[in-house]
């Protein structure tokens, strides 16, 4: 099984990646292959919008801009693996606008029906750091975009500095049974 994290996170240490780095563990002692893409890592724009509200996104299942700043590649990836872990700091009750920019534009090319994501076991991870505030507004975003796409949530794992312990070792295990092939 392949599966492919969309990681929101600027940072490589922190909240954040530990929970992703027990998530990668508990996949990849399933037997998984794990492709970890860090959207901080490329210059994504946002969606622009094009033409009357659709470019060819709508049709097409592209974006025009898909080439030049690596949006098509990393569509490419998700749509060849077998599941999905999106994850992401919570800022301001939100994912971090790197991955919102990044599945504002991936559910344009899904409105069609491409199957990038549909029926995709997708496991949620948003970690809050701070005040630990937001975490269910961010995995509701997470969730509605999950609904539009077709994925299927798989679980929603919401992480604070005060339940790090526990939620590392829950996100491990919830990998490891996606990766072994247990469906919701």
């Given amino acids: 099984m392949k599966i492919c994290i969309l990681s929101g996170?600027?940072?490589?240490?922190?909240?954040?990646?530990?929970?992703?780095?027990?998530a990668i563990l508990g996949a990849v002692d399933a037997g998984a292959e794990v492709d970890e893409i860090r959207l901080c890592d490329y210059k994504l724009i946002r969606c622009q919008v094009c033409g009357d509200g659709w470019g060819p996104c709508r049709e097409e299942n592209l974006c025009i801009y898909g080439k030049d700043d690596g949006f098509d590649g990393i569509k490419a990836r998700v749509q060849s693996s077998d599941a999905i872990i999106l994850a992401t700091p919570v800022y301001w009750w939100e994912t971090s606008e790197a991955?919102?920019?990044?599945?504002d534009r991936?559910?344009?090319?899904?409105?069609?029906g491409n199957d990038t994501l549909r029926n995709k076991q997708t496991?949620?991870?948003?970690?809050?750091?701070?005040t630990?505030?937001?975490?269910?507004?961010?995995?509701e975003q997470m969730e509605r975009f999950c609904k539009h796409t077709g994925a299927i949530v798989y679980d929603y794992i919401?992480?604070?500095?005060?339940?790090?312990?526990?939620?590392?070792?829950?996100?491990?295990?919830?990998?490891?049974?996606?990766?072994?092939?247990?469906?919701?």
């Fill in 99 to 103: 991955l919102k920019c990044f599945i």
């Fill in 9 to 22: 996170n600027p940072k490589k240490e922190g909240l954040c990646q530990s929970v992703i780095d027990a």
């Fill in 158 to 184: 919401g992480v604070n500095r005060w339940n790090r312990d526990y939620k590392q070792l829950t996100a491990k295990v919830a990998a490891h049974a996606m990766a072994s092939g247990r469906k919701n």
């Fill in 132 to 139: 630990g505030n937001g975490l269910l507004p961010c995995l």
């Fill in 123 to 130: 496991l949620l991870i948003a970690s809050a750091g701070g």
């Fill in 106 to 112: 991936l559910r344009r090319c899904e409105f069609n």
